[in-house]
Nanobody, 121 residues
Framework: QVQLVESGGGLVQAGGSLRLSCAAS????????MGWFRQAPGKEREFVAA?????TYADSVKDRFTISRDNAKNTVYLQMNNLKPGDTAVYYC?????????????????WGQGTEVIVSS
């Protein structure tokens, strides 16, 4: 069982930056593929980024967002730069053991409660 707790969301102006953090419980964090998803009001949850050893990104955030992990701290991060109003959403951290289908939410076994990001124009 893995518990995930996100933090770092908030209100930011367009062009600004935020760094989200996701702290995981458990002693096998390094074996999990970690992902970030987001869900905007009235829309379906969508893939943002994932990492095991290297990052994979949605086209909409590539070159603006960076996913990283610190296995010693059981934490995964999402650095978000040049934020746009379209990035407004609740951001969720997720974990999976399989390391496959990284962009598919059903492939993830554990989810955090989400942290809200609001980007004003």
């Amino acid at each position: 069982q893995v518990q995930l707790v996100e933090s770092g969301g908030g209100l930011v102006q367009a062009g600004g930056s935020l760094r989200l953090s996701c702290a995981a419980s458990g002693r096998t964090f390094s074996s999990y593929t970690m992902g970030w998803f987001r869900q905007a009001p009235g829309k379906e949850r969508e893939f943002v980024a994932a990492i095991w050893w290297s990052g994979t990104y949605a086209d909409s955030v590539k070159d603006r967002f960076t996913i990283s992990r610190d296995n010693a701290k059981n934490t995964v991060y999402l650095q978000m730069n040049n934020l746009k109003p379209g990035d407004t959403a609740v951001y969720y951290c997720a974990a999976q053991r399989r390391g496959s289908s990284l962009t598919i939410s059903d492939a993830y076994d554990y989810w955090g409660q989400g942290t809200e990001v609001i980007v004003s124009s």
